[in-house]
Every structure is written in C-alpha cells, then in structure tokens.
C-alpha cells in the first residue's frame, strides 16, 4: 500500500486539467532543445508521473511528442533521459506521430527503449516482425566492446508473446544455441569493481571465484544461485536467460507435447535402453532445441541441488524458494516435451519433497510439485499421495493466512478439475473444510475461485455439512483470527487491526469446556456430521464487527446460490428434505454480523422455494414441521422473507394436484393455524417488543388462506367472512397509523380481488390450483383458451365490485 506521501503526489498528479499539462508540455518542449541536466530530469519526472496515474490516456503536445522521440534517438543523449523517454512514449501508446525505427539505434541499450515503445504501439505495420529480424540481426553479430544483448532478451520475450509463431526455424536454433551458451558457460570467477575517478587505483586484485549460498567456493558451473561481490557480462547473461526459460521451451518446443524432436525415438517409452541412451548421448551432438533441454536440465538439477545448501542471507533465502518454485516448472515443460527426462526427474523431486515438509518456509514449492505429478504420476506409477495430503491437509491448516499461497491451491485445484481422478476427487472432497479456510481468510479474491470449485466439491454426503458450513463461514473467520493470535511464533503473524482488542474471546478460545465446538469448526475434513454452533455465535459476537469477518459475510450470498446451483443438479428427494429442514433450522441460527442475516434470509427463503419447486410434494411430506415453523408469531418479526416464502408455498403446494397424499385434515389444520396468526398479526397493537406485521406478510396470509379454503370449500364462508373484516380493518384510522398508506391500499384490494374469487368458487378453484395442462405456456399465450377468459372475468367482476365501493 503506497505512503500517505505517494497517494497525495498521484493524486495531485490526477487532478491535473489539460490547459495546465499543455502548458507543462510547453515547459518540457523548452528543456529537451538545450542541454540536458538535473531540470530537464525533473520535469520528465513529473511528466512520466502525470500521464501514468490515470487509467485514461493524457493528450500531449505534438512537440512535444517528437522532441521526446528525437531526445531517445540521439546516441549522445544521458542513459537516465532515455528512460524517461521511452517510459512517457510507452505510457502514450498508441499515437500517430510515431517516427521510430530500430534501424538507427546505435546500441543495444538504445534498441532495447526503442524497441519497447515500438511494441506498445500493436502490431502496426508489422513492427513486431521488424523489432524482431533487428534483435536476431544484433545477436548473429559480434558485439563490440562495452555492449550488451542481454537489454534485449525482455524484449524478445515480449516479441513471442505478442506474436507467437513470427519466428524462423533458423532464428529458434540461433537463440536456443544462444541459451545454452549464457546458461552453461558462464564464468566461474568474479567481475571487476567498476573502477574510475580521479582517487581510483592502478592496482587492481585478481577477482576472486564465485561462491554458493552458504559461503563455500562454487564446485560446478555458474548459475543464478551462485553469488559474488561483482558480476561478469555472461553471468548477467546466465541469470537473464533462466528468467526467460520456461517461456522460450514453450515457444519453441514441439506441437504436440511428449514428442520430442529427435529423429529417432523407436525404442519403448520409459524403458531401460532409452533412459540410457538418453543420457549417455554425446550433447554436443544434438540439434539446438534438443541441446537447450538438456541443458536446461542439469540446470535445474544444479538449481536443486544449490537449494539445500544454508544461505548466509535473508535475501539468498527467499531466492532459494523462488528458483526451487521456477525449477520445478521447467523441469514439467522439460518432462512433457521429452519423457526421456522424466525417470531421472522423479527421484530428485521425490527428495525435494520430503525436504519441503522439513522447511516451514518452502511451501509454495509445493503447488508446482503437486502438478508435476498430476501430469506424469501416472506414466512414472509413483504413488503421488503424500504431496496431495501435504497439498490439502497441512497447508491450509497451517498458512490459511498466506494469500499468494491461498491463490495458488485454488487456482490449482480450479484450474486441474478436469484432470483429477475419481481418488483425488474424493480427497478433495473431504478436504473441503481445510479449503474453506482459505475462503474464510482471503474471501474477495477468492470468491470466484471457490463458485467455480463448488459443483466439484458437493456431493450427497458432503452438502448439508457443507451448507452448515458455509452459513457458519464468518465465525470460521473469527476463530481463525484468535487461532493466529495465540499462536506461539508471533513472527509468522499477518498483519491485523491492533486497536481491536478481545480479551473474552481469547478466553474462551483457550477455555477447555469450548475446546470441542472449536476443534469441530476448525476441522481438517467432513466429518460426516453437523454440531450446533450457537454458543460459538454467542461467544464470537464481540469479533462480528472486525473487518476481515464482515468481508468474509457479505461472499456468504453468492456462495450460497452457487451451492444450491450445485447441488439441486442432483439431489434426491430425501435429500431435498433434508435441504428444506435445514434451511427452516437455520434461519434464527446465524453469526450476528451486522446486515448479515438480511442477507442470508433473503437466499434462503428463495432457495426454499426453488426446493418446493424441484419436489412440489416437500410441502406435505414435511407438513408437521412447516407447521411448526408458522405457529410461531416471532418468526414473523425476524423472519420475514423466510416466513413469507414458507406460507406462500403452502398455499402453492399443499394440494392433491401436487400430492395424492395430501388430505382435507391437513389442509384444515394449516388454515386453521394461519387463521390463527393472520387474526394475531392484525389484531394486535405494535409495540417495542412486537413490531409492526409488514404488510406482504398480510396479503400472503390472505392469498394462502384463500388457496386452502378453494380446495376445501367448507372453509369458503370463514375466509369471506375474514377477508371483509381486513377489507374493512384496511380503511380503519388504527390500521393508517400503523401501515403507510400504500401498504393499507395494498391490503385493502388484495381482500378485494379474493373476496370476489371466491364468490364463484369454481373459478377461484381453477385459478388457485390449476391442473397440470394449464400450466403450458399456451394457455397465456392463446387469447381464446380457458384460462385467460377466466382471469378477464374475474377483472371485470372485480372492476364492477370496486366501483361500487364508498370513498
């Protein structure tokens, strides 16, 4: 995150208008026609600074524009001027006064600027195919004293990825011989200090050899492990040119991965003579690209073997990790390329692994090793277990909080689905707990990382756990939180809000009569069973404000309809019961963060719906519980869009046509309780402890209770009876006083509109319960079918029957 210093310098820098970068450009224009010094410098600071801190391209002065261009072209002009030429020119492009040419760069410094501002423009008029037969010109040649082709090999990068294929077979030998020269040859002994100035010594000692990291004198060949006080032209060369490895082996490797390029590759995959003859072959003797492999395997062998050594520095530390990362990767191109390479892989990558679960420190290596043998364990039968239980069981318990690490096990797991047997599948399953810690940790960059893993995470046995857990994701985030905080090497904490102070929680952290609830939701994998969480609700609620569980509460929602996205693909019916009982259960057992709960209500109550839906007889099959659930007036308050969609599809499901099972007893037993909680909402005064009922709770009561009396026609004279009475009770000063006026008119034509359905109880019949032919599309669709002459009779009746109402 920049300063406070660096925020306010790009925000001034944004709030620049255009007549005053004009008249800057007038300013800049002045200083490029004299003789560069420390002004010059500084206002091409500032310039570089205004036109990189928008999003938006900035329009400069056409001067100024080809004064810059002419400044970066001329072989006199300051290193430090060219940069800031072709940094500005860069952020420009694309424009139309270009006028540079790789033609008339003197150097190849020079090249490398003009080069990058050529390729920023596209590929206009082929200047990517022109950028590159120049830097293929320059490397054919000698270079003279002083100049290096190593500015070069960024922008040749640059070149394959902008246009892949552009290359000439003889241009991909010329610069895989290339490689293998910077790679393997470079010296051995140390560079010369720059020496110069007046105080400089004529006497210069010998330079010394290269070491390793930890000190000792370096015994094999250079590479960009080795470390020295100064370096020569060809070592710089030899750690440019690993940089560019894995992208060069790539491009140039064959079209059809596993089939190398050798003429002859008779002998059976894997067997005994290939291996040997593979290594026993005379490289000197092989064509380029094939050379440039081998090479670039004893590389990373080197590279390896380098990593076990004790670094003496930090920095060498860190760079240890990150080359083991790069190794293991080119070491799967090198595998996939060439099978030849592969069994004298597997046993260096075998000892790396058990290295890395010694080394806390190492383990993103992990991730490109858990890929290489996904993509050759099969070919080499090793049992690749153990780094797929390392992978899935240790890391995200124990570096939940790394995000780069978090990124890449997602993005591993995302990226490989497809590739994943029915075992790792089902270990991934399993570990789906351990998973969810990094979503818990790292939600906003992952959240469209795990709606992509869900569908392959869910299964029959696994989505009830998996729903409880995820409704119980903030608290999972809190209870990592005090996890970290009471961890025992405070060195390897993440940075936190130090001002929130929770001494309860800690406590109860560490309380042993809470040990069980914890351990439950920090597990490693399913378990196969679901605990109540309510008391970890309760003792969590002082974190509920903290800004890492609130990030972490408001990716709930979109997980969650991922989820059922997922899982209605292939529930069962027992399985939709189960689905339907737990969101009822759970919806008044949710971690108090704030704006939460609405939220998570609001899917839920959704998703319940999409459940009746799939299976029409959940209604009846669960009628003791739903029962239950609408008998209790403080559901209502708290529950409103859950307890609306539950009333509303009683009345939609609770049928014959949806279920022979269902009985006139149990249609009178609901109408019966909701007559009950109808005339309890309307009757009684609002208050503190009792809120207003909202109104689309009303009229779903009266809509429902109309449904119920259709199909049972017993029930017709109460219902009328009723829905007169909240006609009447709409119009009442004490019901204006309690509802907005639009919520009472509301009410007040709802009782109409029923009120005059259920006067022709035939019609309120076939309009409330349908039967199966009238739900086609065709009968909305075909003005001359029963069901739209049916629905203009009723708007008539019901026009006629407010027309005559008073007021």
Known sequence: MPSAGVESLLQQAREIQNGELQRFCSRVSKLLQEDPGPATIDAL???????????????????????????????TSPEQLQVLCAAILREMSPFDSLALSCD????????????????????????????SQRIFTVLENRQPEGSSVRHLLPILSKVISLAPGILQEDQTNLLSKRLVDWLRYASIQQGLPHSGGFFSTPRIRQPGPITEVDGAVASDFFTVLSTGQHFTEDQWLNMQAFSMLRTWLLYSGPEDPGTPDADDKSEPEGSTLSVLSATSTASHLLPPRERLREVAFEYCQRLLEQSNRRALRKGDSDLQKACVVEAVLVLDVLCRQDPSFLYRTLSCLKALHRRLGEDPGSERALVPLAQFFLNHGEAATVDSEA??????????????????????????????????????????????????????WNSPPLTAKFVALLPALVDAGTALEMLHMLLDLPCLTAALDLQLRSSPTPSERPLWDTTFRIPSCLEAFRDPQFQGLFQYLLRTKASGSMEGLTPLHQLL???????????????????????????????????????????LERNDSLYQVPQYEARVHRVLSSQFLALCKLKPSLVVELARELLEFVGRVSSIHSRASMFTCVVWAIGEYLSVTCDRRCTVEQINKFFEALEA??????????????????PEVVTTLMTTLTKLASRSQDLIPRVSLFLSKMRTLAQSPTTSSMHRKEDTEAIRIRATELLMLLKMPSVAQFVFTPTVGVCQPRYHRDTNTALPLALRMVSRLVEKEASLLPG
């Open 45 to 75: 600071q500032r310039l570089f600074l205004i036109v990189s801190a928008t999003k938006y391209p900035r329009r400069l002065e056409k001067m100024c524009i080809y004064l810059l261009q002419n400044t970066l072209c001329l072989p």
């Open 541 to 583: 609620q002082p974190m509920a404000s903290c800004a890492r569980v609130a990030q972490c509460a408001e990716a709930v929602p979109t997980l969650l309809q991922a989820f059922f996205s997922a899982v209605t693909q292939f529930a069962n019916g027992a399985l939709i019961n189960q689905l339907a009982l737990l969101l």
């Open 387 to 440: 780094v797929y239980q390392h992978l899935l069981s240790r890391l995200p318990s124990e570096r939940f909080h790394s995000p780069m690490l978090a990124f890449e096990i997602i993005h591993f797991c995302t990226y490989n689905l497809a590739l994943f047997d029915s075992h790792f599948l089902g270990l991934l399953k399993m570990s789906f707990p351990n998973l969810f810690k990094f979503l818990a």
């Open 677 to 694: 909680l109808l005339f309890e909402v309307t009757q009684s005064r609002s208050s503190v402890d009792l809120p207003c009922c909202p």
């Open 104 to 131: 008339h760069a003197q150097n190849t410094r020079q090249l490398s600027f003009v080069a990058s501002v050529l390729l920023a423009q596209g590929d206009r008029g082929e200047e990517v195919r022109h950028v």
